[in-house]
Antibody
Framework: QVQLQESGPGLVKPSETLSLTCTVS?????????WGWIRQPPGKGLEWIGS???????YYNPSLKSRVTISVDPSKNQFSLKLSSVTAADTAVYYC???????????????WGQGTLVTVSS | QSVLTQPPSASGTPGQRVTISCSGS????????VYWYQQLPGTAPKLLIY???QRPSGVPDRFSGSKSGTSASLAISGLRSEDEADYYC???????????FGTGTKVTVL
């Protein structure tokens, strides 16, 4: 079955760049789905960060777009997130997920990773 | 602050029917599909409803979704203790050009 696993540092210093990788198993990332990142600050709600297709086509949250880069590596069946100039407000559980597009816009996310907590602190 | 508004909490006794509302606007719910996610404590969200009212394989038919105008609803019938979770609606917003989640509703089984 489809499985996703996030990996990366659990602690990032303010002003530095947060980097996470999602490894997909049980499904080829080059097949017909988008791959996304969603985050959840402790005790708060969900926030979509962005989504990418295996071709490199991307959708980004406009409020984060200036700081976010999502890339894909089909050869490793992985996709990655980079978030620059982080502050304490970026402390959250970060989830990767398999997603769809419907009529050219982001649809639903049907498979999720377990999430990884990233804390921004000096 | 989300553009999709949900009540912070809802509750019911086992067997009851609980309904959660999701209020949006013409740029999101009014013109795009609505999705619902269930997040059990300490776990990742799970897709519950897609395309307004469709259930993925494995989701019990006790869960149902509907949409009217700029609002949507999730109904849980025959409430069970394992339904105690946070529930989020979501939709694409044409004005924001982004995917937005609702504020979330915590369902408690009394």
């Amino acid at each position: 079955q489809v499985q996703l696993q996030e990996s990366g540092p659990g602690l990032v210093k303010p002003s530095e760049t947060l980097s996470l990788t999602c490894t997909v198993s049980g499904y080829s990332i080059s097949s017909d789905y988008y791959w996304g990142w969603i985050r959840q600050p402790p005790g708060k709600g969900l926030e979509w960060i962005g989504s990418i297709y295996h071709s490199g086509s991307t959708y980004y949250n406009p409020s984060l777009k200036s700081r976010v880069t999502i890339s894909v590596d089909p050869s490793k069946n992985q996709f990655s997130l980079k978030l620059s100039s982080v502050t304490a407000a970026d402390t959250a559980v970060y989830y990767c997920a398999r997603g769809t597009t419907i009529f050219g816009v982001v649809g639903y996310f049907d498979y999720w990773g377990q999430g990884t907590l990233v804390t921004v602190s000096s | 602050q989300s553009v999709l508004t949900q009540p912070p909490s809802a509750s019911g006794t086992p067997g009851q029917r609980v309904t959660i509302s999701c209020s949006g606007s013409t740029s999101n719910i009014g013109s795009n599909y609505v999705y619902w996610y269930q997040q059990l404590p300490g776990t990742a969200p799970k897709l519950l409803i897609y395309r307004n009212n469709q259930r993925p394989s494995g989701v019990p038919d006790r869960f149902s979704g509907s949409k009217s105008g700029t609002s949507a609803s999730l109904a849980i019938s025959g409430l069970r203790s394992e339904d105690e979770a946070d529930y989020y609606c979501a939709a694409w917003d044409d004005s924001l050009s982004g995917y937005v989640f609702g504020t979330g509703t915590k369902v408690t089984v009394l």
